[in-house]
Nanobody, 127 residues
C-alpha cells in the first residue's frame, strides 16, 4: 500500500519561502506522476502543480505565477514543492498525491485521477 507523508508546512510571513516535502513508500515511486493540491479554509480543493515520473515535465496552476517549483528525487522517493514569494492567499493545507502513469506524462490537474493522497501539511502565511 502506498503511503505519502508531507512535511515542511509552517507559519511564515508574506514574501517568505517554504519547501514542502512528500515522502513516498510502498510501491515503485518512479512509476507515479505526482501532484500537489491545496485546500484553503472554506474553499474547495485546488490543484497547484504536477510533475511527470522522471521529473522532465511539470506544469502549474495559473495562480502560481512563477512563484512555486515542483521537483522530485526518485532516488529518495520524495517530491518537493518550493514556494517563494508567499502571499496570505496561499494559506491552506497542502496535499501531495500520486497517480500511476504508464508514460512520461505529468500528473493530472483533476483530483479524481490520483490514486493515493497524503494527510496534508498546514501552510500559514501572515500579512
Amino acid at each position: 500500500q502506498v503511503q505519502l507523508v508531507e512535511s515542511g508546512g509552517k507559519l511564515v510571513q508574506a514574501g517568505g519561502s517554504l519547501r514542502l516535502s512528500c515522502a513516498f513508500s510502498g510501491r515503485t515511486f518512479s512509476t507515479y506522476a505526482m501532484g500537489w493540491f491545496r485546500r484553503a479554509p472554506g474553499k474547495e480543493r485546488e490543484w497547484v502543480t504536477a510533475i511527470s515520473r522522471n521529473g522532465g515535465m511539470s506544469y502549474y496552476a495559473d495562480f502560481v505565477n512563477g512563484r512555486f517549483t515542483i521537483s522530485r528525487d526518485n532516488a529518495k522517493n520524495t517530491v518537493y514543492l518550493q514556494m517563494n514569494s508567499l502571499e496570505p492567499e496561499d494559506t491552506a493545507v497542502y496535499y501531495c498525491a500520486a497517480q500511476w502513469a504508464s508514460g512520461e506524462e505529468t500528473g493530472s490537474s483533476y483530483y479524481g485521477d490520483y490514486n493515493y493522497w497524503g494527510q496534508g501539511t498546514q501552510v500559514s502565511v501572515s500579512s
